[in-house]
């Protein structure tokens, strides 16, 4: 696990080579979110490794989930819209 100043001084390189891309509109927080994600915490890590191995499992059980046509249904039946087609 990185220090704080090892975490400070990686995202200031990283931020120095993103830099010139203000000029395109990238902000602090897209410049911060974009390092955080190839910079992961040990809890980050844990959780989504937790989270694969539990939707591996089930599969394993046959289990697939909720279609996305399901899901939309769902969502329009409780907002109260109307699915159309």
């Known amino acids: 696990m ?3 100043r090892q975490q400070l ?3 200031y390189r990283f931020a ?4 010139g891309l ?3 509109g990238i902000s602090i927080d897209e410049i911060y979110a974009a390092w955080r994600s190839r910079h992961p915490q ?3 890590l844990r959780e989504s490794l937790g989270a694969l191995g539990e939707a ?3 599969l394993d059980r046959g289990e697939t ?3 996305a046509e399901e899901v939309i249904a769902d969502l329009y039946g ?8």
Not at 78 to 85: A, F, P, Q
């Open 65 to 67: 989930g909720t279609s």
């Open 2 to 4: 990185m220090s704080t």
């Open 56 to 58: 591996s499992a089930e």
């Open 16 to 19: 120095s080579e993103h830099a």
């Open 22 to 24: 203000e000029s395109g």
């Open 42 to 44: 040990a809890e980050e």
């Open 9 to 11: 001084e990686s995202f």
């Open 78 to 85: 409780r907002l109260g819209l109307v699915v159309d087609g």
